[in-house]
């Protein structure tokens, strides 16, 4: 058995829980049969698993975990040739948990072995998150109407406040309205430091709800549009840890929750593949459309 570390870093509504419960039915539905690793042999209980998958399968949204919740998921899988078995531990931390991080610059005692173990990264971002890193400039060059005019050629006073015109009050600022992509890179960053020294071999993106990345020809030209200072940080300490960008989408389509079934969405449409795992859509690096564990065997360094 080859123990790797794989730890699971995203904000809320990243995608981490979907993505568990779907590779939890990949790999024991066996519907797809050319992924890059299988199941391996497990004991234990897996209730939790369980529950997440059933949900996932039949169509509905995965309960995301709750703050005050602390999941430990522990799946076996299994390259078949050469033969090599995989422990993946990690927990499925709230984003709560990790935005509480940033915040308070405080680690929790239960994440620190995780962090100081990882010799891989699954990092979740969200399609479905809109940009929230926006310039002034940008919102002008939108709402040119909203613009403040142009300033005279009178000379301005020292301290004058002219050419905030238009703008409004300044807004206090929020530590927690800290832009998400600022987050993740000051995490990254922070936790490689001392005490904590994370130091990952390999890195692995995950960009979810990838059927909704509209427009968008590579999960690298996504991210670099729209979280261009993560992808710099990446690009720029590849002599630290190498990368990769997958984009997911572990549904394959908007689901409802199941306490409102009548959300309009594409459940019913999903429903028709008799093969839930087919509904699995990853692009990136040669993965197979449906495979969910290519991203871990490169992060656990036994890719094909």
């Given at each position: 058995?080859?123990?790797q ?14 993505f568990?419960?779907?590779l939890?039915h990949?790999?024991?539905?066996r ?17 939790y698993?369980d ?9 509905w ?14 799946i076996?899988?299994?390259?078949v ?27 929790d ?42 300033p005279?050629?009178?000379p ?25 992509q ?33 427009g ?23 002599d ?7 984009g ?6 908007h689901?409802p ?7 309009p969405?594409?459940?019913?449409e999903?429903?028709?593949q008799p093969?839930?795992s ?10 197979g ?7 871990i065997?490169w ?5 094909s």
């Amino acid at each position: 058995m080859s123990d790797q570390e794989i730890m699971v870093l995203g904000f809320q509504a990243s995608g981490k829980t979907t993505f568990a419960a779907a590779l939890w039915h990949l790999v024991g539905s066996r519907e797809i049969n050319d992924t890059a690793l299988v199941m391996g042999r497990h004991n234990g209980d897996f209730r939790y698993l369980d529950e997440i998958s059933a949900a996932w399968a039949g169509g509905w949204v995965v309960g995301r975990t709750l703050s005050e919740e602390w999941r430990p998921i522990a799946i076996n899988l299994r390259r078949v040739v050469p033969e090599t078995d995989i422990r993946l531990s990690f927990v499925d931390i709230a984003g709560e948990t990790v935005e509480r991080i940033f915040v308070t610059r405080e680690v929790d005692e239960r994440v620190e072995p995780l962090i100081r173990d990882a010799s891989g990264l699954l990092l979740f971002v969200s399609a479905l998150r809109p940009k929230d890193d926006d310039s002034i400039v940008d919102l002008y060059r939108e709402f040119p109407d909203e613009a403040p005019p142009e300033p005279a050629d009178e000379p301005t006073e020292v301290g004058s406040t002219a050419s905030a015109a238009g703008l409004g009050e300044a807004m206090p600022f929020k530590i927690e309205a800290t832009p998400q992509q600022v987050q993740l890179v000051d995490l990254l960053d922070s936790l490689a430091d001392e005490p904590l020294e994370m130091r990952p071999k390999r890195i692995a993106v995950i960009i979810s709800a990838w059927d909704r990345a509209h427009g968008a020809l590579t999960p690298e030209s996504w991210l670099e549009d729209h979280m261009p200072l993560l992808f710099q940080y990446l690009v720029t300490h590849s002599d630290e840890f190498e990368t990769r960008i997958y984009g997911v989408s572990a549904q394959g389509g908007h689901v409802p929750p199941k306490d409102n079934p009548t959300e309009p969405s594409d459940r019913d449409e999903l429903l028709r593949q008799p093969e839930a795992s087919r509904r699995i859509r990853v692009v990136g690096h040669g993965a197979g459309g449906h495979d969910l564990t290519h991203p871990i065997a490169w992060l656990s360094g036994v890719e094909s």
